[in-house]
């Protein structure tokens, strides 16, 4: 499995930006993705993820995020609009299989087995 993230950079608070993760040995149809960030000084958590049709979303980004994918592309995206300083991280794509009794909306809370490298995201003024 391998995933590679693009699209971060600076923005102006308000501002938005729109993250790609490229995926390879997976498919959407058996993997579940999501998105995951860490800012300076605190611990990883779970932005979005995707998994059996359906897409959950951390609580405080759930009105100005929207995670879609591309199956064709073999690539899905993380849309941020109305950046704020407080969504300074770097952010990583994930994928995972999930067992059949897994409930996809774990995944934002406990995190996946394959990770890309990461792309960082500066909410500036």
């Known amino acids: 499995v391998q995933l590679v993230e693009s699209g971060g950079g600076l923005v102006h608070p308000g501002g938005s930006l729109t993250l790609s993760c490229t995926a390879s040995g997976i498919t959407f149809d058996e993997y579940a993705v999501g998105w995951f960030r860490q800012a300076p000084g605190k611990e990883r958590e779970g932005v979005a993820c995707?998994?059996?049709?359906?897409?959950y979303y951390r609580k405080s980004v759930a009105d100005r995020f929207t995670m879609s994918v591309d199956k064709a592309k073999n690539t899905f995206y993380l849309r941020m609009t109305n950046l704020q300083p407080e969504d300074t991280a770097v952010y990583y794509c994930?994928?995972?299989?999930?067992?059949?009794?897994?409930?996809?909306?774990?995944?934002?809370?406990?995190?996946?087995?394959?990770w890309g490298k990461g792309t960082p995201v500066t909410v500036s003024a």
């Open positions: 995707f998994g059996r049709g359906d897409t």
């Open positions: 994930a994928a995972d299989k999930p067992s059949p009794s897994m409930y996809i909306s774990n995944y934002v809370e406990y995190g996946m087995d394959h």
